[in-house]
């Protein structure tokens, strides 16, 4: 028999790269919670294998029964704020899991963030402590997922920076801004300041999870794999931006965290606790996989692939 597959958030830009993948490498049955039927822009109606559920995260108790037939569980859905932030994020998230039967149940994927994460892909206290209602629940859902009944089959996947999207597939945030982030490049690259970070298209996410729910052999469970390309310095993007524009980069002033931090001051700008911690620590940067880890190749390695279909 099929295995089954059952997918939260499957209406979001990373859902709908992997249903896609799923539907073209695999004979899977996948069940999508999704809360609008029609925001799924992919056309399952000759697809028997494919079983839709029109509902919300705040319901999933009562699909226990289901679940418990599931072996994989990927779950993608998010609260970006407010209550429905910890509500989603940590309390049904955490029941969606511990509803799986740990005699069925082979691999269950859980989608946290990067941004919970030190150097070393170990988890930051700050996190808990002065993250927003979303990062402080995902922080929350990671410790308790980690010591439930199904650690011993948990892949926990941490997102960097994430683009996507297409005419027939929703954007993510960032590449919905991406156009209008282009229009301040022509100051912006007179400022020069020390960060890095990674990112990582929804394709080339839906590329490893569709591997690590079809492989035979995945890394050692609770697992944490953080998605992202080759780290980008500040100062990278600044230039592959004016390479795209044909800008020249010349001057730059050094912004230095001294510097905002006085501008903070001077202004008397509110910066919440969060946003404070994130510019004194500059650096995003992990441990990272990508398609490449799996012996696979990345869709879009370089940030130039990405601006390459800015329109």
Not at 46 to 62: F, T, W
Not at 214 to 226: D, E, G, K, N, Y
Not at 235 to 244: P, R, W
Request: with cysteine.
């Amino acid at each position: 028999m099929s295995k089954k597959v059952f997918i939260t958030g499957a209406s979001g830009c990373v859902g709908h790269y992997l249903i896609e993948m799923l539907l073209e490498k695999t004979d899977y049955d996948l069940y999508l919670l999704v809360r609008d039927r029609r925001k799924l822009q992919i056309d399952v109606s000759d697809r028997p294998n494919v079983h839709i559920i029109e509902d919300s995260m705040q319901n999933i108790g009562n699909y226990k029964a289901l679940l418990r037939t599931m072996e994989f569980v990927v779950s993608t859905a998010a609260g970006w704020g407010g209550e429905e932030a910890f509500v989603v994020n940590r309390d049904k998230t955490i029941e969606l899991f511990s509803s799986l039967d740990p005699q069925v149940c082979e691999r269950a994927i859980y989608f946290s963030t990067a941004s919970i994460l030190d150097s070393h892909n170990q988890i930051i206290p700050e996190a808990g402590e002065l993250g927003t209602n979303y990062i402080a629940s995902k922080h929350a859902c990671l410790e308790t997922l980690e010591n439930s009944v199904i650690r011993d089959r948990l892949i926990t996947v941490f997102p960097t920076l994430v683009f996507g999207g297409a005419e027939n597939k929703p954007y993510s945030h960032l590449s919905k801004g991406l156009k209008d982030i282009l229009k301040y490049v022509p100051y912006a690259r007179f400022l020069k300041t020390d960060g890095s970070f990674h990112f990582v298209h929804a394709i080339d996410i839906a590329q490893i999870v569709t591997y690590l729910l079809t492989a035979p052999s995945v890394p050692l469970a609770p697992a944490r794999l953080v998605l992202g390309m080759q780290r980008l310095t500040a100062q990278d993007l600044i230039v592959q931006f004016c390479e795209y524009l044909n800008l020249k980069v010349g001057w730059q002033f050094e912004l230095t965290p001294f510097l905002v931090d006085a501008v903070i001051k001077l202004f008397r700008i509110e910066v919440a606790e969060w946003d404070r911690f994130c510019i004194a620590q500059r650096h995003f940067t992990y441990d990272v996989v990508s398609p490449e880890t799996f012996g696979m190749v990345s869709q879009y390695p370089r940030l130039a692939n990405l601006l390459a279909e800015v329109k």
